[in-house]
């Protein structure tokens, strides 16, 4: 297959969308009531792509919030493309880097527009457009090997109530609606009470693991996660904090359980310092933290090379910003069930930019269409306005 990644950015708009959620999700640092974002539109010859920044309004998961990425975006991003030709992927993500620290949600909205462009122009789906860059970068045959469908798991955050019974019937709604595995979120007060109560619900066996968000200390809660041993989690995802390796790593040594990186694998050069360290058995991989395709890219390939188990990780996205990462999850090397929901469990049936389905067992068809596929425009412009057009 031959691709041309060149690309003239003649015009660029950034569309400012609001979905109410049906359900507050909470986490250990905050609570979203609806899914902002902005979405990226980079057109090149008529041909238009389109990517997703999902950060949360607060800087509760990062330090990056809406009104920050948009300020970056309209300052300091976009009038380094705009009307310029990019040479490839891996051009625009120099552009994109080069003197700027950080904000690697605002680049993943220009990165992931950019691969949906390129797949446009040259009439393949997403999918194909990275497998073709995984065998550029020399990824292990292997892991060039993709499923038609991903696996979900549901994300259940702490109800506002804070009430177990609620958390009850939340996870057996899930697990009716056929959802692969059980995650929940977790912070100091809500840990080995929820953990057991969880688990009462979905059986001993039953694909299982807890999330913190960064919230717990090495030292105060280390008995915290020895005593949640017992309870036959697949692995504690980022239990310490988000710009930590060196705790994780003697957390890992302290307990029978895995340890997962979230927050605070945000690069290829924080991978291999992980790596090194032996802070994680397990690495979530999530296109928005990472700030686009191609470091997400980097790191999966790092990872298969090292054993080190993946998963595919949301924010959540709306359905723009989520179909990358189910094209990426569906390769050999993710081995856990995603977070990659149904549209309806955030959003209500029939309201997202692209409706992502689940079936009754729990599967995620993965997208055969050109890019990133079709957009419901109806619901763009109802949820959507335009905040800058160049």
Request: hydrophobic share 40%; proline share 4%; glycine share 8%.
């Amino acid at each position: 297959m031959v691709i041309d990644e060149t690309a003239v950015i003649e015009r660029v708009r950034l569309v400012e969308v609001s979905l109410p959620l049906v359900t507050p999700f909470q986490i250990s640092g905050g609570t979203c009531y609806c899914r902002h974002s902005i979405i990226v539109e980079l057109t090149s010859e008529g041909v238009t792509g389109f990517g997703e920044c999902a950060p949360f309004d607060g800087p509760f998961y990062s330090s990056e919030t809406f009104s920050s990425v948009k300020a970056v975006l309209e300052e300091f991003l976009l009038p380094r493309i705009i009307r310029k030709k990019i040479e490839g992927i891996e051009h625009l993500n120099f552009v994109l880097t080069e003197g700027i620290r950080g904000n690697a949600f605002a680049r993943a909205g220009i990165e992931t527009a950019y691969w949906d462009l390129i797949a446009r122009k040259n009439n393949v789906s997403l999918r194909e457009l990275i497998r073709w860059y995984m065998a550029k970068l020399e990824t292990p045959a292997k892991y060039l090997k993709t499923r038609e469908y991903i696996e979900s798991g549901v994300s259940v955050g702490i109800p506002v109530d804070q009430n177990y019974s609620t958390l009850c019937k939340w996870i057996e709604r899930y697990m009716q609606e056929g959802y692969r595995r059980i995650k929940i979120k977790i912070k100091p007060g809500w840990d080995l009470e929820a953990v057991r109560v969880a688990r009462s619900v979905v059986g001993r066996d039953f694909p299982f693991w807890v999330d913190a968000n960064a919230s717990f200390d090495l030292k105060e809660h280390l008995y915290i996660f020895q005593k949640m041993d017992e309870y036959n989690c697949l692995f504690y995802e980022q239990p310490l904090h988000y710009d930590d390796l060196l705790d994780h790593a003697v957390l890992a040594r302290k307990v029978k359980t895995p340890i997962c990186l979230d927050e605070s694998l945000k690069s290829y050069r924080y991978g291999r310092q992980a790596l090194e360290i032996n802070a994680a058995k397990v690495w979530n991989i999530k296109i928005q933290r990472l700030g686009g395709l191609l470091e997400a890219i980097k790191l999966y390939k790092l990872a298969v090379e090292n054993d080190i188990g993946l998963w595919a990780g949301t924010m959540p996205e709306t359905g723009i910003g989520t179909m990358p990462i189910i094209c990426l999850g569906s390769f050999e090397g993710f081995i856990f069930p995603s977070d990659v929901e149904a549209s309806k469990r955030w959003y209500g049936e029939g309201q997202d930019l692209i409706e992502i389905e689940i079936t009754e067992d729990g599967k995620i068809g993965v997208p055969e269409e050109i890019g990133i596929g079709s957009i419901n425009f109806e619901n763009y412009r109802r949820y959507g306005r335009t905040l800058l057009e160049v």
